[in-house]
């Protein structure tokens, strides 16, 4: 069965997905990452911990499905 997998990234943290194809989720994580507040009503993001972060989560996600790598078939991201 093939499946596909999902990195959504947040304004405050990172979720990713893993669905089979009856689009049933299998697994999913979350990681929150820092935000700096430079100057009043600004917010800014870490690219490095916000890679990082993605990277933590995509790796976790997969394992935690039990899905072979190969039977990822798709990859798709959504941000805010």
Same mark, same amino acid.
């Given at each position: 069965?093939?499946?596909?997998?999902?990195? $959504?990234?947040?304004?405050?943290?990172?979720? /990713?997905?893993?669905?089979?194809? %009856?689009?049933? &989720?299998?697994?999913?994580?979350? /990681?929150?990452? =820092?935000?700096? %507040? =430079?100057?009043?009503?600004?917010?800014? &993001? $870490? =690219?490095?911990?916000?890679?990082? /972060?993605?990277?933590?989560?995509?790796?976790?996600?997969?394992?935690?499905?039990?899905? /072979?790598?190969? %039977?990822?078939?798709?990859?798709?991201?959504?941000? &805010?």
């Amino acid at each position: 069965m093939n499946h596909y997998l999902v990195l $959504d990234v947040g304004t405050t943290g990172v979720k /990713a997905f893993v669905f089979n194809e %009856r689009l049933e &989720q299998v697994s999913k994580t979350y /990681a929150k990452y =820092p935000l700096t %507040r =430079p100057k009043n009503n600004w917010v800014e &993001q $870490d =690219p490095k911990k916000l890679l990082n /972060a993605s990277k933590s989560v995509l790796k976790k996600v997969v394992k935690q499905s039990k899905v /072979a790598v190969k %039977r990822i078939v798709s990859f798709g991201i959504t941000n &805010q």
